[in-house]
C-alpha cells in the first residue's frame, strides 16, 4: 500500500475505535439515568432512557457496517484484523447494555405510581452504581489500550453477582413478609437482573480488550460468588439454610 492508502486505513481504524468510545459513553449514560429514574421516581428521565436507546441501536448498526465494509476492503491481519473485531464484538455487548438500561427504564415507569420503597430502591441504587462504575472503568480501558485496568474489571466479576444475590434474598424476604409487595418487589427484581447482566457484558468487554491487546483469548474461569450458608444463590437455587434452635 502506497502512503496515502496507509494513512487512510489508519484513520479508519481510528475513527472505528473512536465510534466504539462514543457509543461506549452513550450505554454508560443510558445505565446511569435508568438507575437514577429509579431512585427519584423521574418518570420524564425514565422515557428519556426508553427514547434514546434507539440512537444506541442506530450506533451499534453503523459500527457493524463500518467494520464489515472496512475487513471487506482493507483485509486487515494481525492487530488491525483483531482491532476490527473487536469493535464490532463491543458494539454488541453495548447495544444489549443499551437494551438492558431501556427494561430498567422501563419497569421504572411501572414503579413510578406505586407505593415507595425506599430500603429497596437504595439498593438498586447501591448495585446500579457498582456496576456503572464497572462499566466506565472498562470503557476507559479500552480507549487507553489499558489491560491491567480491563483485568482488574475482570477480576472483580463476583462483586456484582454478590450484590445481586444479597438482593434477590432481601426481595424475597419482603415477599414472603408482605404478599401485597410482590407486584413491586418483582419489578425491581427484574431491574437486579438486568444490572447483574449488564456487569457481565462489562466482563465481556474486559476479555475482548485482552484479546485485542495481546491476540489471545481468555482461559481461565471468571470469578464466580460461592454462597454461604444462609445465603440465596439465584443461579442455583439454594434457599436460605433455616435457622438452627
Known amino acids: 500500500m502506497n502512503q496515502h492508502t496507509v494513512k487512510a486505513y489508519g484513520d479508519e481504524l481510528n475513527q472505528l475505535t473512536a465510534e466504539v468510545a462514543r457509543m461506549g459513553g452513550l450505554a454508560e449514560a443510558q445505565v446511569a439515568d435508568a438507575v437514577e429514574s ?86 438498586i441504587e447501591r448495585m446500579g452504581k457498582l456496576v456503572s462504575m464497572r462499566l466506565r472503568d472498562v470503557l476507559d480501558a479500552y480507549t487507553a489500550s489499558e489491560i491491567d485496568r480491563a483485568m482488574a474489571v475482570w477480576a472483580s466479576d463476583d462483586e456484582v453477582d454478590e450484590h445481586y444475590n444479597a438482593l434477590f434474598r432481601e426481595l424475597l424476604t419482603y415477599m ?3 404478599p401485597r ?56 437455587g439454594h434457599l436460605p439454610t433455616p435457622p438452627t434452635n
Open 176 to 178: 414472603m413478609g408482605d
Open 181 to 236: 409487595t410482590i407486584s413491586a418487589c418483582t419489578h425491581l427484581l427484574f431491574m437486579a437482573k438486568n444490572l447483574e447482566r449488564i456487569g457481565d457484558h462489562a466482563t465481556n468487554i474486559a476479555e475482548v480488550i485482552h484479546y485485542e491487546i495481546t491476540g489471545d483469548e481468555m482461559t481461565g474461569e471468571r470469578p464466580r460468588w460461592t454462597p454461604t450458608p444462609g445465603d440465596w444463590d439465584a443461579d442455583t
Open 38 to 123: 429509579v431512585a427519584r421516581r423521574d418518570i420524564a428521565l425514565a422515557r428519556a432512557v426508553v427514547e434514546r436507546d434507539a440512537k444506541v441501536d442506530a450506533m451499534h448498526r453503523d459500527i457493524e457496517r463500518k467494520a464489515i465494509r472496512l475487513i471487506a476492503l482493507r483485509q486487515p491481519v494481525a492487530s488491525d484484523l483483531r482491532k476490527t473485531l473487536a469493535a464490532m464484538k463491543l458494539s454488541t455487548d453495548l447495544e444489549r447494555t443499551g437494551d438492558l438500561a431501556k427494561n430498567i427504564a422501563k419497569r421504572a415507569l411501572s414503579l413510578a405510581e406505586a407505593e415507595p420503597m425506599q430500603p429497596l430502591t437504595r439498593s
